[in-house]
């Protein structure tokens, strides 16, 4: 299964984890007698992140809050986007918030993420792919699948395993159940696109190509798709465009996430954060003595 790449090849940029002036609104809007008025712990305990966080701060919820929740749209943002670096660090952040959050919103935001289980899920989905047997994979994915942020990275997973062994239907059915887990994740409808790619129905995959790029505007993986659908309807020029225009995106992608790894590298490792240091040392040694020398 493929749109010119391999599925699920593109990658994404993360989505902004600020509030958008529409999210703000809907979250005033919540004390508006005509409207149902949904409680912070609600909004956790159904998994609206972006809204819970958008409510937290409209009604100057305790700073702890407001940065677990936005740890936690962190985590959801780089599992969409297979950053696992980024989506370690910010569950690594959770830890010590929870324990201190004020109630009830604690303990709903505590029943929906355990940080250690989450971390675990995160490095189940990264060693996840380089698995190629579905029965090992869904044994390795158990704990991703049962986890709230990660259960539909883990169904994505599952189903581009199937899409390549060219099990069209149950590819599907995994992919749309990750899309029924997490409406939001626009990698998984993208191989949704890719499915009606390779069914030769491109219209129906511009269709879902173009649902992607409203979910994430800067996925590269996405406008290159949108290419190659466009030009097999014979729209070439803007298929080049687009597809262009995914590999700029594509650049920016591999530097970011290699900046990511490098960060979490020397984080982890005490070898690499003490050769950071003697690389600055003598980066400044040589200063000096290039100023000496002028000087002198």
Do not use: C
């Not at 919540?30 to 819970?52: C, F, H, K, N, T």
């Not at 709903?108 to 675990?120: H, K, Y």
């Not at 158990?142 to 199937?162: C, D, K, S, V, Y």
Request: hydrophobic share 45%; no cysteine.
């Amino acid at each position: 299964m493929s749109a010119a790449r391999r599925p699920d090849a593109g990658h994404a940029t993360s989505e902004g984890e600020q509030a958008t002036p529409e999210e703000l609104n809907k979250a005033s809007s919540q004390a508006a007698p005509s409207q149902p008025v949904l409680s912070l712990p609600d909004l956790i305990g159904q998994g609206e992140w972006r809204l819970a966080l958008a409510t937290a701060r409209v009604q100057g919820a305790p700073l702890d809050l407001e940065q677990a929740l936005d740890a936690v749209l962190t985590v959801q943002s780089a599992v969409r986007a297979r950053r696992y670096p980024a989506a370690r660090q910010a569950a690594a952040e959770l830890t010590p918030l929870l324990p201190a959050l004020p109630e009830p919103e604690g303990s709903a935001l505590r029943a929906q993420v355990d940080p250690e289980e989450l971390t675990g899920a995160l490095r189940a989905l990264d060693a996840g792919q380089k698995v190629t047997d579905p029965a090992e994979l869904a044994t390795l994915l158990a704990g991703a699948l049962a986890g709230p942020l990660t259960r539909a990275e883990a169904l994505n997973m599952q189903g581009i395993l199937h899409a390549v062994s060219g099990e069209a239907e149950q590819a599907r059915t995994l992919l749309d159940a990750a899309m029924q887990a997490d409406p939001g994740h626009y990698r998984a409808l993208t191989n949704l696109g890719n499915l009606e790619m390779e069914a030769g129905q491109f219209a129906e995959a511009e269709a879902v190509y173009r649902r992607v790029l409203a979910l994430n505007p800067e996925y590269d993986g996405g406008h290159h798709n949108l290419g190659v659908a466009l030009r097999r309807q014979g729209r070439v020029g803007e298929g080049v465009k687009s597809i262009r225009r995914g590999q700029q995106l594509s650049m920016k992608r591999s530097k970011d996430d290699t900046n990511a790894e490098m960060k979490e590298q020397f984080a982890q490792n005490p070898f690499m954060r003490n050769l950071r240091w003697v690389l600055i040392a003598v980066v400044v040694l040589i200063v000096f003595l290039v100023v000496r020398g002028v000087g002198g």
